[in-house]
Structures are given as structure tokens and as C-alpha cells.
């Protein structure tokens, strides 16, 4: 539920009255403000409306209040639903008693104060909103959960793909020469071929394990920082892809930033290329990285075809794992992912907020360390 979204308060009484006194006194909220004049029409707003509170009288026709509270807290729906009990008459304490025992967060005597009663629904209509917010948090946690989970399986049978055609074929390929090199009556020309083929197939086999481990994490990401990393990435996905990548970086003596930083940046980066080349039948592909005194900008631009709108609305549904983890990368950060189509092409934008460190005062600067 969005913050600027209404909810709803019902309003229990069998005098028009009263709910047009209640109505004037709770109109300041801004809230969608519902009638009832009686018991029955209360339960069909309530099996029909979600309710942040409920006003109800207790001296009703048919159905009074506390009966009415008796069945609506019977409902599993409405067990939590806060009930505020009004009334002129049954104000003892053992009628507050009785209120309080059907499931009535409060109770409050006529006249009514109209600040007093005011400030006490506006705080169940709050209350009821945070719990709404909370409840669409997990269940875009769980969403982002199961994503997380199929992205995880996917990239074990990519990487056990890669590790069974590639460096799988490869090692039986050298093992199959060195079982023949222990063949008897074999010339000598015959063996140097066969253990130089063999070396050079654990070699192509080394290179599959430093390429796979670089895509896992790049050390360099570790040893040389983000720009060097971002730029040897680039350089093998152009030799791979043929794509033509450029590197735009400002300030030039980019600083090195904490790791968790420099890893999201460099996922960021590295996902959408990988969408770039899969997806976009492009030719070329921008990537820019900014930074500024509270904020790093990344950016990642191509000449290809464009994302459907679906995608740059993020509609949940819609979206791939790929930029729902861009995503959630990003907001883990307290940053933002940005989504736009360009003429042609695609626009990827992370805005990333960064610490700024506080100035040393005087008497810090002449402290001694």
C-alpha cells in the first residue's frame, strides 16, 4: 500500500447524526470514511472493505455493540481489526470491562472530544498502514527470495555446463594422450607430438579456470580496484562478442571505494552488459561511471533495440532475474536502478549515495595520532 493511499474507517451508529458528527470531526484525516446504521450493515462493509478501525456504538437496536464486536472478532479476518467502542450511556467500569473482554482497544464516553478521538483513530489508521507496507515488504522479500533461488540454480548449471563442455572435454582430451604416451613400440616423433598436444590442451584448461574464476570474482577487483577490473571485463567481452565497449570514468584517478561498493558497481556493470549482448542486438555499449560528493552515478548505454515498458516500469512479473538483482543490489545500498529507452537503445542508470567523511576540526588536526 503506497503512503498517499486512503483507508478505511467504519463508522458503527443507528443515528444519522452521530455519523455526520463523526464525520465532520475525522474529515481532517483525509481518510475514506464509511457508515453503518446497524450491526448487520457493518458485517456486509466488513466482509466487502479492508478496514484500518472500526467506531461502533454500543447502544444498537437488533445487534448491539458488544454483540457485534462478539461476532466480528470471531471472523479470522478481523481478530486484529482495532475496535473503538462509543457511548452515552453504560459508562461504569464494569461496562468498560465488558468492552474491553469483546475485543475493544478503547472505549470513550459521550460528548466526545472531537482532538481526543481524532488523535486516537489517526493513530490505528497509521498503525494499519505501516502493517500494510510491512506485509507488501515480504512479500516482495519473498518474490526477491525465490528469485534469488532460481538465479542461484541457474548459474550451478551454467557453471557445470561450462565445467563439463569445456575444461571437462579438455582434461580427457590431455589424459587420453598421456595414456599413449605409456603405449609401448610408439616412435619418438610420434610422443613429443602427443605430450605437446597434451600440454597444450592443460594450458586451454588452466585458461578455463582463470576465466571462470574471474567471472566468479575478478581478483583484479580485489588487487587493482574498480576501474581496472571494470575495463578488463570490457576488453574480453569485446574479443568474445565483438561488441564495441567504451569506458568513460570521472574523475580520471577514480578512488578506491569499500568492497561492497566496488563489487555492486562491478555486478551492476557486468549484468546488464550481459543483457546488452544476449538481448539487444546492439553494436555498441557506453559505460559510464561518475562520481560526485555524495553519490556514485553509473550508467550503462547501448545501440540496440530498446526494453519492452514493461521492464522499465518494473512490473514485478515481468521482470528477469538479471534486473531484479541489479536491482535489489542497488537498493541494499540505499540507491536507486533507472530503466529508459533511448532513440535508439537502452539506459541503464544506478544512483548509488556514498559517505561523505566529515571535515577534521582544528583541534582534531593538531591532536596527535
Known amino acids: 500500500m503506497g503512503v498517499q493511499e486512503k483507508v478505511n474507517i467504519l463508522m458503527v451508529d443507528d443515528q444519522l447524526g452521530k455519523l455526520l458528527s463523526y ?28 478496514v484500518a478501525v472500526v467506531l461502533l456504538d454500543v447502544s444498537m437496536p437488533e445487534l448491539d455493540g458488544f454483540d457485534l464486536a462478539d461476532m466480528i472478532r470471531q471472523h479470522p ?32 464516553s459521550v460528548p466526545v472530544v472531537p482532538q481526543v478521538l481524532r488523535a486516537k483513530v489517526s ?17 516482495e522479500l519473498r518474490r526477491l527470495s525465490s528469485s534469488l533461488i532460481a538465479a542461484q540454480d541457474q548459474e550451478r548449471r551454467r557453471i557445470a555446463r ?40 592443460i594450458d586451454q584448461a588452466i585458461q578455463q579456470v582463470r576465466s571462470l574464476s574471474h567471472l566468479l ?32 570514468v570521472e574523475p580520471e584517478d577514480f578512488p578506491r571505494m569499500g568492497p561492497e561498493l566496488e563489487t555492486t558497481i562491478f555486478r551492476v556493470v557486468q549484468e546488464a552488459l550481459t543483457n546488452v549482448f544476449r538481448h539487444a542486438e546492439a553494436r555498441k555499449v557506453c559505460i559510464g561511471l561518475t562520481l560526485s560528493e555524495n553519490q556514485i552515478v553509473v550508467t550503462v548505454s547501448d545501440d540496440g533495440k530498446g526494453l519492452p515498458g514493461s521492464v522499465t516500469d518494473f512490473e514485478a512479473n515481468k521482470l528477469g ?49
Open 23 to 50: 464525520e465532520a470531526i475525522l474529515g481532517d484525516l483525509g481518510e475514506n470514511l464509511i457508515r453503518a446504521h446497524s450491526g448487520r450493515e457493518a458485517l456486509d462493509h466488513l466482509l466487502k472493505t479492508d
Open 77 to 108: 479476518r478481523f481478530q486484529r481489526t482495532p475496535i473503538i467502542f462509543i457511548s452515552a450511556v453504560l459508562l461504569s467500569d464494569m461496562d468498560r470491562l465488558k468492552g474491553y473482554e469483546r475485543g475493544a482497544v478503547d472505549y470513550i
Open 123 to 139: 493513530v490505528f489508521v497509521d498503525l494499519h498502514r505501516k502493517t500494510r507496507q510491512l506485509e507488501a515488504l515480504n512479500q
Open 162 to 201: 561450462d565445467l563439463h563442455d569445456g575444461l571437462g572435454q579438455e582434461l580427457s582430451g590431455a589424459k587420453m594422450m598421456v595414456d599413449c604416451l605409456q603405449m609401448q613400440n610408439q616412435p619418438a616423433e610420434w610422443k613429443e607430438k602427443a605430450a605437446a598436444e597434451a600440454s597444450a590442451l
Open 217 to 248: 570474482h575478478p581478483p583484479m577487483l580485489d588487487e587493482v580496484g574498480l576501474t581496472s577490473s571494470l575495463q578488463w571485463y570490457l576488453d574480453g567481452l569485446t574479443k568474445r562478442s565483438g561488441l564495441e565497449t567504451s569506458l568513460r
Open 321 to 369: 532475474v538479471g534486473i531484479a538483482g541489479m536491482r535489489q543490489r542497488v537498493k541494499e545500498l540505499g540507491g536507486e536502478l533507472r530503466l529508459r529507452n533511448n532513440n535508439p537503445g537502452a539506459f541503464v542508470e544506478a544512483i548509488i549515495p556514498i559517505k561523505v567523511a566529515e571535515p577534521r576540526s582544528a583541534e582534531q588536526q593538531l591532536a596527535p595520532s
